[in-house]
């Protein structure tokens, strides 16, 4: 009994943190009466009162006479409200993955809610995921310890019924690219870099890319943006999935595709690069300078995406127009997407789009 009664309190302190950062209480507000917190959140008067006395102990709430129990200090002070699951695959060198989660974290810290993060149990590649992969996430969900869900991975359709079944709010990153609900992308750059293309009257596009799991989309998106053939100016790296755990080989892929650009007449070469991946661009930007000393005479323009929370390299070192796409930004847009989903708030659109900033290239004086 007494753990059961332990148990009911800490949910009724979850549910009081929840209620005054849904509804963005002040300091200086008022809780209801516990009477109507008792019928609201289903539990006794014993239980509310132990999770009030609580929160007054550490500060957030302050007993007023005769008005009844006052907001003091609405930060959580280490209490968290909600229970979120972090689904992500086992990627030990890739530094855009971790960074991701890292800023999902720190989010979830943010929204005063506690992560609980789940890692594929082998570090094998796979298009879809089913629950076996994850270790304790089915008993999880069926213990309703998660409020909601952030998965970096595409599930397979039984365990897509087994959330619906348990009423699981999930959102999928933009690399879970299987899953249908809702997902967090960022904004369509590849179609604002050729509407640039066209805007600086730049001719012969060409776009590397690193390839899966988004090989279709961006053969569409070239096609839409240009009418220059696919196979002498897409290059895609690794087109096709990486089963293995282990770093990413962009040197060779890259060689590769500039030995193709040299071996085409002068006036077929490209004039302007797209490179939506700042990994890609800062290898590009060496293999490029390296075959300029050598004497290759091509000076591309350069359109390009970076992250500021991975900072490979400068702008100011590689001239060129830029998107900038902030991690956190994306994380609290994932983050807020989640919550509003568990509060049954709408939410317009299952695909949401973060913005990314554009920076145009400023030559130096």
Sequence with gaps: ?????????????????????????????FLPVQNDLRSMFGVGAVTIQRAVAALKDAGMLTSIPRKGVMIKNPEPNGFTGREIGLVSMYRSYDPFSMCVMQCLQLQLHFAACQSKLFVRNFPEMTHVDTLSYFDGLKRCVEQKQLHGLITAVSFDEKTWEFFHKHDLPVVSLASASRNGGYRIIHGTDVKRMFQLVRECG??????????????????????????????????????????????????????????????????????????????????????????????????PHLIYCRHPQLPLFSPEDIPGDYFERDLMQYAEVTVQTLLKLIRGERVPQELVLVPTEYHPFRRRK
Aim: hydrophobic share 40%.
């Design 202 to 299: 730049l001719l012969r596009p060409a776009m590397i890319h690193c390839g899966y799991p988004a090989v279709e989309q961006i053969r569409n998106e070239f096609t839409a943006g240009c009418s220059m053939p696919l196979e002498d100016y897409l290059f895609f790296l690794a087109p096709e999935m990486v089963p293995e755990n282990r770093p990413q080989d962009w040197h060779n892929g890259m060689c590769d595709v500039m030995d193709r650009i040299a071996a085409m007449p002068p006036e077929r070469r490209p004039d302007v690069v797209l490179i939506p991946d700042d990994f890609l661009v800062a290898e590009f930007h060496r293999k490029l300078v390296l075959a300029r000393l050598k004497g290759f005479d091509w000076k």
């Design 1 to 29: 009994m007494k753990n059961n009664l332990g148990n009911q309190t800490e949910r009724a302190k979850q549910a009081l943190i929840n209620y005054i950062r849904d509804r963005k209480l002040k300091a200086g507000d």
